[in-house]
């Protein structure tokens, strides 16, 4: 029979709490390696607030302090106020478009004085216990469309509005529900469709669009043809198959050039296909060809400032950054690249890169035996939950870190386009790191408490 925690301390998965010490020591290091002055005197500049190591050091210390809140909630508070929060989240995101500070051309952030809170990084945490809410209620039955339809209208709600405010980036993150859907029930046939429309959407952008029909032609008339006695029997098979070729045509033809010319910003589009080697895409407004050509002239021009946008330039720089690194690194505080300022976001998006340039080929192989240990263990905690809902709720904290870790990475690497994600309790930002210690530690709470069964 279940009883309070006398302590706090009992039941804690100390494994967790040390991975997640471990790596925000890590970034602290990494963010100290780029920024600390040999003029500068140490304690006074950890403690003074200007430098982003300082910063980062006292969000670190708040963070602890939400974390001990966090452990000395009871587990029903966060099943009892699961809806109730994931409707703040949603007025949060949409108080941005009224009173939200412009960064980095999105107006996606709420200026708290000491830091700007983005509210859209916040909302991960209301709609992980707002979908584990739905999905442990006796009446959800995921294997209805009903439930596979409510549950996604929960985890994109805040990804539309995401978009609105110009943060693409963010938005992608919450196609991490994906992996909780999957392991509630959720038919693979849907992650082979959208596996099938990503191939799609990145053919549109790097074939020729005759070459690409003649292509989606094919594929159908071969499954025709394969599938000609089944047809026989069952002509659905065949209005299947014609059903399938007009919507890869209509993404072909219509969705994907709408996105490039009404959707994304210029800077978006340069992104996106300076990461697949292209200087060219046909648009039907001059107006918008012109935006994109600018775009295009900043890619050969030297950085002058911290300020200014220059896309491929960033990622060019983090590949030289972490090349240079080679197996063992140049050393503590002796990169060039980093330290010179010569990648941008260093200390946010890219901080991937001081690593690499930093700790070489094994540092960044010690940062990811750190990720892969807390996803891994995440998965080990989810699995051993007796209630539905701690079980969903952990399957999303685990899609939140690996698609933040992954996309991250391969942006730094120029394998991805860039989606302005940072790199979990590695990169500077109070609003980041406050939200993945929020996750991971309710997530911790729920664990302490597993022999409860939460709805």
Known sequence: MYQKNPSITKGIDWLMVWLYISLILFGLVCIFTVEYNTNDDVLQTLLGFKKEYSKQFYFFIISLVVAIFVLLTDSKFFTATANLGYAFGILLILATFVVGKEVGGSKSWIPLGFMNLQPVELCKIFTSLALAKFLSLPETNFTKTKSQLIAAAIAFAPAILSVLQSEPGAAIVYFSFIIAFYREGLPAIYITLMFSLTVLIIASIVMPPNTLLIVITTIGAIFIWILKRKIKRDKSILLIIVAAWTLSVGVQKFIVPALFQSVLKPHQVVRI??????????????????????EYRKLGTKKKGKDEKVESYNVKQSKIAIGSGGFTGKGFLKGTQTRGDFVPAQNTD???????????????????????????????????????????????????????VALNICMTLGIAPSPGITLPLLSYGGSSLLTFTILIFILIKLDADRQMVLR
Do not use: P, W
Request: glycine share 8%; proline share 0%.
């Open 273 to 294: 296909l300076t990461t697949f080697g292209m200087d060219d895409y046909q648009f039907k407004d001059s107006v918008r060809n012109v935006a994109i050509q600018n």
């Open 350 to 404: 890219f901080i991937f890169s001081s690593v690499g340039e930093s700790f070489g080929f094994i540092g960044c192989t010690l940062l990811m035996l750190l990720y892969f240990g807390m996803m891994l263990r995440m998965v080990f905690i989810a699995e051993r939950q007796r209630s539905t809902f701690s079980r969903v709720y952990a399957y999303c904290v685990t899609g939140i870190m690996f698609f933040h």
